[in-house]
T-cell receptor, first 111, second 115 residues
Framework: SQQGEEDPQALSIQEGENATMNCSYK?????LQWYRQNSGRGLVHLIL?????REKHSGRLRVTLDTSKKSSSLLITASRAADTASYFC???????????FGTGTKLQVIP | DAGVIQSPRHEVTEMGQEVTLRCKPI?????LFWYRQTMMRGLELLIY????????DSGMPEDRFSAKMPNASFSTLKIQPSEPRDSAVYFC?????????????FGPGTRLTVT
């Protein structure tokens, strides 16, 4: 079963614009992770935020976590055509190492 | 580092045949996960191992599916007999403890088509 629900399901933006994706989940977590999947490839880990953190940065990525609302957001600044991919949130908790993936947001960055 | 290796990359088989998917995790990783991805159901965790021991197989759809990890460098996922609804991309991932959690490293996947 999927714990996370991403919003929007699909997003199309121009190169250089910022992209924001949201993730909502249902149960308590130890941490939340974001992954990217390029078409036809496996998922690639982007960033992990712990349940006691509110914000984290990595390069052009900014992740926020609001455990009171059970939600997270991923912001990609100054998007590039190479950012075109599907993005998944994944929650860890409720079982030893068990990570549950959301439904994903399909991002298209138009050059 | 070669990353997680999966074979075959593509498999086409007829209904009723046995299918075996293989995975070699990253050296030093002590956890291994099998996922299935379809358009309808998204990414589903089938089973995961820690130190070669199955920890949670609640995602295995039915008795036709079985998984083994005989040693730290090899795992198999077997479907017998296969059915058309098993058609999907199967991913293997391995992980190691990171700061605050377990980051997973995915293989390229095996695209299975059952006709």
């Amino acid at each position: 079963s999927q714990q996370g629900e991403e919003d929007p399901q699909a997003l199309s933006i121009q190169e250089g614009e910022n992209a924001t994706m949201n993730c909502s989940y249902k149960t308590s977590i130890n941490n939340l992770q974001w992954y990217r999947q390029n078409s036809g490839r496996g998922l690639v880990h982007l960033i992990l935020i712990r349940s006691n953190e509110r914000e984290k940065h990595s390069g052009r990525l900014r992740v926020t976590l609001d455990t009171s609302k059970k939600s997270s957001s991923l912001l990609i600044t100054a998007s590039r055509a190479a950012d075109t991919a599907s993005y998944f949130c994944a929650t860890e908790g409720g079982g030893y190492q068990k990570v549950t993936f959301g439904t994903g947001t399909k991002l298209q960055v138009i050059p | 580092d070669a990353g997680v290796i999966q074979s075959p990359r593509h498999e086409v088989t007829e209904m009723g045949q046995e299918v075996t998917l293989r995975c070699k995790p990253i050296s030093g990783h002590n956890s291994l996960f099998w996922y299935r991805q379809t358009m309808m159901r998204g990414l589903e965790l089938l089973i995961y191992f820690n130190n070669n021991v199955p920890i949670d197989d609640s995602g295995m759809p039915e008795d036709r599916f079985s998984a083994k990890m005989p040693n730290a460098s090899f795992s198999t996922l077997k479907i017998q007999p296969s059915e058309p609804r098993d058609s999907a991309v199967y991913f293997c991932a391995s992980s190691l403890p990171g700061t605050g959690g377990w980051e997973q490293y995915f293989g390229p996947g095996t695209r299975l088509t059952v006709t």
